[in-house]
């Protein structure tokens, strides 16, 4: 039953990724540039002012 079950699911599965061929790949690998680098300036920020409070 689990590999009749496997055999459809993996049958169903297109070529091409649902992302790929109506073009929104773009916009998730845009959405996750942009979450990375708020991540990496936050980062710095925090760098900053923590080595602001060393210095004191």
């Known amino acids: 039953m689990k ?4 055999n ?3 049958q169903n599965i ?6 790929r061929t109506s ?3 773009y916009i998730v690998v845009g959405i996750i ?3 990375f680098m708020i991540i990496v300036l936050y ?3 925090l760098d900053k ?3 602001e409070i060393e210095n004191k």
């Open 43 to 45: 980062l710095f920020r």
């Open 14 to 19: 297109p070529n091409e990724s649902l992302f």
């Open 33 to 35: 540039a942009i979450i």
């Open 23 to 25: 073009g929104k790949i």
């Open 49 to 51: 002012k923590i080595a």
């Open 3 to 6: 590999n009749f079950l496997l």
């Open 8 to 10: 459809i699911l993996l």
